[in-house]
């Protein structure tokens, strides 16, 4: 008999003054258009999911990184359909670690991977890594 994959779910509402809010609480996000894309909000998620990725694997591996993101995308019409869609997605993480272990690449690896924000997406994301001020090809 095959093991049953994990299933998360999540809940999201928007009122009719578009404020969100999550299913498990915490603090609502006004309606603020200017500041507040749905587009901000997007690469906002790819930044935490990929953290949030990566900081599971280091823990895993015995390490308790410092860790930040920041997100870049373009919106455009896509050639093949001719519908404005991401077209690119950068993110820079930088990490604190100390020690770097040898297998940080490894554990960077898996935390993109692992990212099912960036896995969702038609437009692969490039993800730069800079550990302890260093640039990990």
Do not use: Q
């Not at 690469?43 to 694997?57: D, E, M, P, Y």
């Not at 997605?89 to 993109?112: F, N, S, Y």
């Amino acid at each position: 008999m095959a093991a049953r994959p994990r299933v998360f779910t999540y809940d999201v509402s928007v009122d009719d003054a578009w404020v969100a809010r999550s299913g498990k609480g915490g603090t609502d996000i006004p309606n603020e258009e200017e500041a507040w894309t749905p587009e901000h909000l997007l690469l906002a998620g790819l930044g935490r999911c990929v953290l949030t990725s990566f900081r599971f694997h280091a823990r895993r591996a015995g390490l308790e990184p410092r860790s930040r993101a920041s997100a870049h995308g373009v919106v455009t019409r896509r050639e093949s359909d001719g519908r404005f869609a991401l077209v690119e997605a950068t993110v820079d993480i930088g990490v604190e670690l100390d020690p770097i272990p040898d297998g940080i690449r490894e554990v960077i690896a898996k935390g993109e991977r692992d990212c099912f924000v960036g896995a969702s997406l038609t437009v692969e994301p490039s993800y730069r890594w800079t550990v302890n001020g260093e640039e990990i090809p």
